[in-house]
């Protein structure tokens, strides 16, 4: 039977806007109070989407969330009509309606982590929404995440969805933006690589001291267990401290897999020898080839990685074998990284092709080519379960053009955020979208 790993991306919402609410994330604090275009970031998305769906991938598209939260906003005290919520939280709190309006969403790789049904005891997808309780912002995504998801993959004897972890710090959990699979086929079993930043109950683990560690070990190793994955297909690896404390808040940020490769930095990860050696025995279990290609600090500097998100890419496999890496923008925009890059696609390795997209209005909040997209492996019996509302086709790319360019603005500023008019283009244009997408109600106020 054939398999597939597709992407599912997530589509920018309609209040799209730089509210530097994400400390450890270079971009998005750097780029703080500038005016954001919502407009422009979905269909920048929306054409890497088409472009994968030309290249021959299997492509899908995930919804974004309602935006403001009211009712994240009531929870926090703020009472009366939706409008007068909103102009309340603009004049007492304007950084909690800020947070409330975040289109944070759209990094679909912090959405949930996913174990395909090759690797799962019950034979099924998991899926287990992260609880992103690092930030407010995006703890409160779980909720309509877990409805959407749920939407997508309905059938329970393809699909097995989990709640959100208990939202505390020692269960932080970011999702798949720290979790990677390896394995010879898609179909096959693979091995499955969880990175955590730090243990919340064993004190003898190395921390960060500047930024926080936002994926704890615990949280790893709960998911690995609800997904019933097995001891010997599994992988538990800590991040390197000192670059979480130079930016590097996901491990997607510093490392991308896919296949048997491994490419990452020289200074990712703690005990990396060791790390990778167990790596390679356990693929090998499987009937895998594991490979690394270390990127050297000499050449690509940690602050070079960072800002030009050479890792935060899309490593994806073609029928003959080899890979293409999909860079934004920014690693051609920076000396090293290019140079780099043209070295490594003409030595001849597994990564042949390197293709460049303009995702500037993400990459400008602090999110590439990789925290766009969710992977999910799937063969042909799972992707026919999938809702087909959800899966990009010619058709769906040009209704979802159309539907952009009628709903969203085409600059947002912090100022904007307090216009009640803004919950009501949102609300209009998700109705309309979850119609187009065959979703269902999953949005609160389609629910209440």
């Known amino acids: 039977m054939k398999s597939f790993e597709v992407n ?12 530097g609410l994400s400390f450890g994330n270079v971009a998005s604090q750097s780029n703080s109070q500038q005016a954001s275009n919502p407009k422009e970031a979905a269909l920048q998305g929306l054409e890497k989407m088409k472009a994968l769906m030309d290249m021959g991938f299997v492509q899908g598209v995930l919804a974004p969330q309602e935006r403001p939260d009211v009712g994240a906003l009531r929870s926090l005290g703020f009472s009366g009509s939706d409008a007068q919520v909103i102009q309340r939280a603009a004049k007492q709190a304007m950084p909690l309606l800020v947070a409330s309006c975040s289109a944070s969403s759209m990094w679909v790789a912090n959405a949930a982590t996913v174990s395909p049904g090759a690797d799962t005891a019950d034979g099924r997808v998991h899926f287990t929404a992260a609880n992103l309780n690092c930030k407010f912002h995006r703890s409160i995504e779980h909720p309509t995440t877990s409805r959407v ?75 690995a267990r609800l997904h ?14 000192d670059v979480i404390d130079q930016g ?43 490979q690394s290609i270390s990127v050297p600090r000499d050449q690509v500097a940690v602050e070079d990685a960072v800002r030009s998100y050479l890792f935060n890419s899309q490593l994806l496999s ?95 500023r912090e100022s904007d955020l307090a ?16 119609q187009i997408l065959k979703l269902g109600a999953v949005y609160p106020f ?3």
């Open 318 to 412: 073609r029928a003959d074998g080899s890979m293409l890496l999909i860079v934004p923008e920014e690693c051609r925009s920076n000396p090293r990284v290019w140079q780099y890059l043209q070295g490594l696609t003409a030595a001849g390795g597994p990564i042949r092709e390197v293709k460049v997209f303009d995702l500037k209005q993400s990459m400008q909040n602090g999110g590439g080519p990789a925290c766009l997209r969710l992977r999910v492996a799937l063969n042909e019996t799972e992707l026919a379960a999938v809702n087909p509302g959800v899966i990009m086709t010619p058709a769906l790319y040009d209704t979802l053009t159309r539907w952009v360019n009628k709903h969203y603005r085409d600059a947002l």
């Open 248 to 290: 590097v808040f996901h491990n997607d940020v510093i490392a991308v897999g896919n296949g048997e490769l491994l490419f990452h930095h020289q200074d990712a990860f703690l005990n990396t020898e060791q790390m990778l050696a167990e790596l390679h025995a356990k693929l090998a279990a499987r009937g895998g080839n594991f």
């Open 228 to 241: 019933g994955l097995s001891d010997e297909g599994v992988v538990f690896a800590q991040q390197n401290p």
């Open 8 to 19: 599912f991306d997530g589509l920018v919402g309609p209040t799209h806007n730089y509210g």
């Open 446 to 448: 389609q629910i209440n």
């Open 149 to 223: 998801l749920g939407a997508m993959f309905a059938d329970p004897q393809h699909f097995a969805h989990h709640g959100a972890l208990p939202a505390v710090a020692q269960f932080g959990d970011e999702g798949a933006a720290n979790h990677t699979r390896f394995c010879r086929d898609y179909g096959q079993p693979g091995v499955e690589f969880f990175v955590y930043g730090r243990s919340a109950f064993d004190s003898r683990y190395p921390a960060p001291q500047k930024y926080p560690a936002r994926q704890t070990l615990e949280a790893s190793q709960a998911v």
């Open 419 to 434: 216009d009640p008019q803004l919950l009501l283009e949102c609300r209009t244009a998700l109705d309309e979208l979850t």
